[in-house]
């Protein structure tokens, strides 16, 4: 019987695809609301899903091209006051959760932390730039100025 799975099932398909599976498999999957019967509607069904799916992710990609244009114009440059000692470096450190917080105040720009790629706190006084990952396709640089507070 072919299907198309409604959800992912370990070893035997992901969300979407088309499978030949056997009736009874196909059955108890299809009960268990994993997986629906490919017949004319569904398939027709599953092809509006992965445009409008396709669609979707080219506006997020060319969002983060966008994005990433604005970030790397050297427009925006997320200030930081910190406490630092005679040697420039800080007391502390400067965390990706503290660089989207000051993005977002300074420029209104909201960038998930999660997405900073830092590899350690920043923890000298001076220019530094964070890499973040805005697409898997897309990836920018923000400027950030640590200044003595």
Not at 7 to 31: H, W
Not at 45 to 54: F, N, S
Not at 67 to 84: F, P, Q, R, T
Request: glycine letters at 8%; aromatic letters at 4%; a positive charge.
């Amino acid at each position: 019987m072919k299907i198309i799975f409604t959800q992912d099932v370990r070893g035997k398909g992901k969300r979407g695809e088309v499978k030949e599976i056997p009736d009874g498999y196909a059955n108890f999957l299809i009960k268990s609301n994993k997986a629906k019967q490919a017949d004319a509607a569904a398939m027709s069904q599953l092809r509006g899903q992965k445009r409008a799916e396709a669609k979707k992710e080219a506006e997020e990609l060319a969002d983060a091209k966008v994005l990433k244009e604005k970030l790397e114009s050297g427009n925006y440059v997320v200030e930081i006051k910190a406490k630092a000692g005679t040697d420039g470096r800080l007391f502390g450190s400067i965390t990706s959760k503290q660089i989207a917080q000051a993005m977002e105040k300074q420029h209104g720009l909201k960038i998930d932390k999660r997405k900073m790629e830092l590899a350690a706190p920043i923890r000298a006084m001076g220019y530094a730039n964070v890499p973040v990952k805005l697409h898997n396709e897309v990836s920018a640089k923000i400027r950030v100025h640590i200044s003595e507070q």
